[in-house]
């Protein structure tokens, strides 16, 4: 395996030292700018159940629960090692029961229909098996007037990145608005850009 390859396969599922700590300083300083923006779309509100599907670090989920004060931020990451550096910057939540950490992957894991006010998931899209599928599942999990906010950077700028097409699905921003029509979106469905520090970062929105 090359590098540019291990380091991909590292994005995806970070794992040992070098996920602990090169994976989450990149994470942690390089998305700072798409998870601040992505709190802003969702807004968070006091008594909010919101799920963080692939949270990294625990840096948004931590922020939101800042605010999120009578409410639950659940969050699922397949990575071992991710879980526990967000456990361990989310103790104090976790402690109070206003955040709740698992391990696993979304697509496996069974959630109840109409439960979560707000879905969020930034920088995994890029990995999701079946983008269709998962987007339809977060539409069953989504209250009726939920909102979604997914975060990805730019095609052509993460082209030019050494990143592994054979892990890296990059897409435009008129693919992604497709996989939410196509997995039965209706309402409010927009990608929201902006320029980030390094990355133009965009945020596609929809509601249920
Ligand atoms: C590139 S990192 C992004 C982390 C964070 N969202 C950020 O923007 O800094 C992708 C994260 O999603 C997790 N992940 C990717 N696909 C997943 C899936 N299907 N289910 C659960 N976690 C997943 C990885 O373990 C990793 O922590």
Redesign the pocket.
């Known amino acids: 395996m090359n590098f540019k390859e291990f380091f991909s396969k590292q ?4 794992s040992g030292i070098f996920g602990r700590v090169v ?1 989450s300083h990149i ?2 300083k ?2 700072a700018d ?2 601040s923006f992505m709190k802003e779309l969702l807004s968070p509100e006091e008594t909010d159940h919101i799920l ?6 625990g ?2 989920i931590s922020d939101m629960a800042a605010i999120t004060k009578r409410g639950i931020i659940e969050g ?4 071992e090692t ?1 879980v526990s550096v967000a456990r361990k910057k989310n103790r104090k939540y976790m402690e109070k029961g206003r955040v709740r950490i698992r391990r ?4 496996e894991i069974p959630y109840s229909e109409n439960s979560f006010d707000k879905i969020c ?4 899209i ?4 079946d983008p269709v599928d ?1 987007a339809k599942k977060i539409l069953k999990i989504m209250k009726p007037g939920g909102k979604l906010v997914i ?1 990805f950077g730019d095609r052509e700028q993460l082209r030019e990145k050494p990143l592994s097409s054979k892990v890296f699905r990059l897409y435009s921003i008129n693919d992604v608005k497709n996989i939410l029509k196509e997995s039965g979106f209706t309402s409010g469905i927009d990608v929201i850009s902006k320029q980030g520090k390094s990355f133009i970062l965009n945020c596609a929105v929809a509601v249920k």
């Open positions: 994005a995806e599922k970070p994976m994470f942690e390089g998305n798409l998870n963080e599907i692939g949270f990294g670090t840096r948004l699922v990451d397949f990575s991710m696993g992957s979304f697509e998931s930034a920088n995994t890029y990995f999701w098996p998962i975060g």
